[in-house]
């Protein structure tokens, strides 16, 4: 076993030192790098005094030892138990940061549909990688972003032409080793989705080992016209994990876009959900589950941003939370000008269990259109005490009640998840936790 | 089976009960009626355990034990069951599998096997017959948008599927037209036996039509003031609550 020494250099210098060894084969996506580096350096880490940090704190997390680029080593038997059964899927598994091509598993797909990693794409796809990269996840401001954008190397990357579908759904892992060291992880995800396309995707997050962890990811999706594309984010982390992630949706006319965000515990996760409606006719939709304990604390900031007529979204975001944990919803709807005959709905309920866990939850509309349907609502309560003596006067146990509530309360963010293994096994941890 | 010995009870401040006295045998059927507001829902409710009720004098004794030191499902688990007045929605509980959870969890309770699926369905499939259930309100979340009338056979329902030793219905005729009152009348009788114990609390003596007590009390400031037959539910259909109000203050 070797002995990693850790220079007592900040993350943020520690992480810049290693620019040097990012690959610089392709000039446009290295000159985007490099902006992003540029942008990083005087931007840092951002504090509680930024808004969008307000309830936040990434202090704690960047004042730790966490190594850049630390080598992995997780087994298969490993990782079985972070592994959703499925029959017919392509896998792909990336321990810190680096792809496993033995641990991952990829289906013959339909001629012209590419799925692989995001540094296989920039060698044999250079065209594709160049006309999307760092497009639309926006770096000027964002400095995880700006941070990931100038080092993160690897991810999925997937390509669906025009009219096809991907056959098997993508289930990827994003595995963070902290057998040896704390690991910084950085994913970087892009997804194509062509013309009349349809694609389903899982991003899932597991944390193996004592040590801390911390991952960046960003993943930016294409959804072109008319196509259909749905995306899950699976955390159902470590105590000791630290998730910070942007996803970055770019929606073109009469699509339809779905995305499912899941959090069970960790350390800390910030979600970021951003969806650009770019066009008009199209049906997207974002829901969010976070079941917290302990100690963790959970940020989803999301955004539908309407900049074209007659479009729709709708989000339901549901937390329980329990412990001393913490939770943070903000969820953001833009309708621009000519976004005429929107209609936006959001919903964020919460079930607060202790008196020790705290919720914060606002809404924040900006509508520059006159012709539209916007909607938000917001409530943090308790359990429902007629509903527990109800169960209580059938002869349930006062925390099978409990728990019956709880899933109950969960379910109606489930049931619009269409992948039927990923529905059952979410709804398998739901169970585990509460009984 | 049941015997209550000067039952006080209060909610928050208010006294309610104030020294009721009932005894009830297995195969009995009890009829509990009084004016709005005589503390009635306030008896069930302290029988099935509800929190919000303090007994502050007095003792329940059933089936040899001290009911009010069970909790509300240990009470279900020895037998008792309350048909609520105002049944509750839950949404994204099944009915099915709410029942399921509270038969095996009964089932555990009392050291018995769990029933599984084959033998939980063919349990549903005879309890609907009986009580005349159509399955396409089962399927859906336990009381969510059920009319009134809807609601109330799905108590009866849960009382026929759990086979309590003693039933406590609460205003069950409350909210009922005549077509529905009978068909809960009917799968209440259906479920009578000489083993268990019903009470029905009620205002009206239209539900004692179908359901005929052995005993009617009335229940009159916290106290049960008569006792008689079924044929004081009549007396008090025809004349009302006023001269039992005016007997007592004499």
Same mark, same amino acid.
């Given at each position: 076993?070797?002995?990693?020494?850790?220079?007592?250099?900040?993350l943020?210098?520690?992480?810049?030192?290693?620019?040097?060894t990012?690959?610089?084969?392709?000039?446009? @996506?290295?000159?985007?790098?490099?902006?992003?580096?540029t942008?990083?350096?005087?931007?840092?880490?951002?504090?509680?005094?930024?808004?969008?940090? #307000?309830?936040?704190?990434?202090?704690? @997390?960047?004042?730790?030892?966490?190594?850049?680029?630390?080598?992995?080593?997780?087994?298969?038997?490993?990782?079985?138990?972070?592994?959703?059964?499925?029959?017919?899927?392509?896998?792909?598994?990336? @321990?810190?940061?680096?792809?496993?091509?033995?641990?991952?598993?990829?289906?013959?797909?339909?001629?012209?549909?590419?799925v692989?990693?995001?540094?296989e794409a920039?060698?044999?796809?250079?065209?594709?990688?160049?006309a !999307?990269?760092?497009?639309?996840?926006?770096?000027?401001?964002?400095?995880?972003?700006a941070?990931?954008?100038?080092?993160?190397?690897?991810g999925?990357?997937?390509?669906?032409p025009?009219?096809?579908?991907?056959?098997?759904p993508?289930?990827? =892992?994003?595995?963070?080793?902290?057998?040896?060291?704390?690991?910084?992880? +950085? /994913?970087?995800?892009?997804?194509?989705?062509g013309?009349?396309?349809?694609?389903?995707?899982?991003?899932?997050? !597991?944390?193996?080992?004592?040590?801390?962890s911390?991952?960046?990811?960003?993943?930016?999706?294409?959804?072109?016209?008319?196509?259909?594309?749905?995306?899950?984010?699976?955390?159902?982390?470590?105590? +000791?994990? =630290?998730?910070?992630?942007?996803?970055?949706?770019?929606?073109?006319?009469?699509?339809?876009?779905?995305?499912?965000?899941?959090?069970?515990?960790?350390? /800390?996760?910030?979600?970021?959900?951003?969806?650009v409606?770019?066009?008009?006719n199209?049906?997207?939709?974002?829901?969010?589950?976070?079941?917290?304990?302990?100690?963790?604390? @959970?940020?989803?900031?999301?955004?539908?941003?309407? +900049?074209?007529?007659?479009?729709?979204?709708?989000?339901?975001?549901?937390?329980?939370?329990?412990?001393?944990?913490?939770?943070?919803?903000n969820? #953001?709807?833009?309708?621009?000008?000519?976004?005429?005959?929107?209609?936006?709905?959001q919903?964020?309920?919460?079930?607060?269990?202790? #008196?020790?866990?705290?919720?914060?939850?606002?809404?924040?509309?900006?509508?520059?259109?006159d012709?539209?349907?916007?909607?938000?609502?917001?409530?943090?309560?308790?359990?429902?005490?007629?509903?527990?003596?109800? /169960?209580?006067?059938?002869?349930?146990g006062?925390?099978?009640?409990?728990? /019956?509530?709880?899933?109950?309360?969960?379910?109606?963010?489930l049931?619009?998840?269409?992948?039927?293994?990923?529905?059952?096994?979410?709804?398998?941890?739901?169970?585990?936790r509460?009984? | 089976? &049941?015997?209550?010995?000067?039952?006080?009870?209060?909610?928050?401040?208010?006294?309610?009960?104030?020294?009721?006295?009932?005894?009830?045998?297995?195969?009995?059927?009890?009829?509990?009626?009084?004016?709005?507001?005589?503390?009635?829902?306030?008896?069930?409710?302290?029988?099935?355990?509800?929190?919000?009720?303090?007994?502050?004098?007095g003792?329940v004794?059933?089936?040899?034990?001290?009911?009010?030191?069970?909790?509300?499902?240990?009470?279900?688990?020895?037998?008792?069951?309350?048909?609520?007045?105002y049944?509750?929605?839950?949404? *994204?509980?099944?009915?099915?599998?709410?029942?399921?959870?509270?038969i095996?969890?009964?089932?555990k309770?009392?050291?018995?096997?769990?029933?599984?699926?084959?033998?939980?369905?063919?349990?549903?499939?005879?309890?609907?017959?009986?009580?005349?259930?159509?399955?396409?309100?089962?399927?859906?979340?336990?009381?969510?948008?059920?009319?009134?009338?809807?609601?109330?056979?799905?108590?009866?329902?849960?009382?026929a599927? &759990?086979?309590?030793?003693?039933?406590?219905?609460?205003?069950?005729?409350?909210?009922?037209?005549?077509?529905?009152?009978?068909?809960?009348?009917? *799968?209440?009788?259906?479920?009578?036996?000489?083993?268990?114990?019903?009470?029905?609390?009620?205002?009206?003596?239209?539900?004692?039509?179908?359901?005929?007590?052995?005993?009617?009390?009335?229940?009159?400031?916290?106290?049960?003031?008569?006792? *008689?037959?079924?044929?004081?539910?009549?007396?008090?259909?025809?004349? *009302?609550?006023?001269?039992?109000?005016?007997e007592v203050?004499?």
């Open positions: 076993m070797s002995i990693q020494t850790i220079d007592k250099s900040s943020a210098e520690r992480v810049i030192s290693t620019f040097d990012v690959s610089k084969q392709n000039a446009v @996506v290295t000159a985007v790098r490099l902006e992003a580096l942008r990083f350096e005087t931007l840092g880490f951002p504090s509680i005094k930024n808004e969008e940090w #307000k309830y936040t704190n990434l202090k704690p @997390v960047v004042n730790q030892d966490f190594v850049p680029n630390a080598v992995g080593n997780i087994s298969a038997e490993q990782l079985q138990d972070s592994i959703i059964p499925t029959e017919k899927a392509s896998i792909l598994v990336f @321990v810190n940061g680096a792809y496993q091509p033995a641990l991952s598993v990829l289906t013959q797909e339909a001629e012209g549909i590419v692989t990693t995001f540094k920039l060698s044999k796809y250079p065209e594709i990688v160049e !999307h990269f760092a497009k639309y996840a926006d770096f000027q401001k964002d400095a995880l972003t941070m990931n954008t100038a080092f993160a190397e690897d999925v990357f997937a390509y669906v025009d009219k096809k579908v991907l056959e098997a993508v289930y990827v =892992y994003f595995i963070s080793d902290s057998q040896q060291v704390a690991p910084l992880s +950085q /994913l970087r995800n892009l997804i194509v989705a013309r009349s396309s349809q694609a389903k995707f899982v991003t899932a997050f !597991h944390t193996i080992g004592e040590l801390h911390f991952t960046n990811v960003v993943t930016e999706i294409v959804v072109g016209e008319n196509a259909s594309v749905e995306h899950y984010i699976l955390q159902n982390e470590a105590e +000791q994990a =630290y998730i910070v992630g942007t996803t970055q949706a770019q929606l073109a006319r009469d699509c339809h876009f779905t995305s499912h965000t899941v959090s069970l515990n960790g350390a /800390l996760i910030r979600n970021n959900l951003n969806m409606l770019a066009g008009s199209i049906d997207a939709h974002m829901y969010g589950l976070y079941l917290l304990n302990g100690n963790c604390h @959970v940020d989803n900031h999301t955004l539908a941003d309407h +900049q074209q007529p007659n479009s729709f979204s709708n989000e339901l975001y549901k937390g329980i939370l329990d412990g001393k944990s913490t939770g943070v919803f969820g #953001k709807i833009y309708v621009k000008p000519d976004a005429q005959k929107t209609n936006a709905f919903s964020n309920r919460n079930l607060v269990l202790s #008196k020790d866990a705290a919720m914060n939850t606002k809404p924040q509309l900006e509508i520059f259109a012709d539209v349907k916007c909607s938000h609502g917001a409530t943090v309560g308790q359990l429902d005490d007629e509903m527990l003596f109800y /169960l209580r006067s059938r002869g349930i006062f925390e099978s009640a409990r728990a /019956l509530l709880m899933r109950a309360f969960a379910d109606d963010v049931q619009n998840m269409t992948l039927e293994e990923v529905h059952t096994h979410v709804d398998r941890w739901i169970a585990d509460f009984l | 089976m &049941l015997t209550i010995n000067n039952l006080h009870a209060r909610v928050e401040e208010k006294e309610i009960l104030k020294g009721l006295n009932l005894e009830v045998k297995p195969g009995e059927i009890h009829a509990i009626m009084g004016p709005n507001g005589s503390g009635k829902s306030t008896l069930a409710s302290v029988l099935a355990g509800r929190e919000a009720y303090e007994v502050t004098d003792s004794n059933y089936l040899g034990e001290d009911l009010l030191e069970l909790s509300p499902e240990e009470r279900a688990q020895k037998g008792i069951f309350l048909a609520f007045q049944p509750v929605e839950i949404p *994204g509980v099944s009915t099915t599998n709410f029942l399921k959870t509270a095996n969890e009964i089932r309770a009392r050291g018995e096997e769990a029933l599984d699926a084959v033998n939980f369905l063919k349990l549903m499939k005879e309890k609907m017959k009986l009580v005349n259930i159509d399955d396409t309100l089962l399927k859906r979340a336990l009381n969510e948008g059920f009319s009134g009338g809807e609601k109330k056979r799905n108590e009866v329902f849960q009382m599927m &759990l086979e309590p030793k003693l039933a406590i219905l609460d205003e069950t005729d409350s909210g009922l037209d005549i077509d529905a009152l009978r068909i809960v009348a009917e *799968g209440v009788n259906k479920l009578r036996s000489k083993d268990n114990a019903i009470i029905v609390v009620t205002h009206y003596q239209r539900l004692l039509d179908y359901i005929v007590p052995d005993f009617v009390h009335v229940l009159y400031k916290g106290k049960i003031v008569k006792s *008689g037959t079924k044929e004081l539910a009549l007396e008090l259909e025809e004349k *009302g609550y006023d001269w039992i109000k005016a203050t004499v």
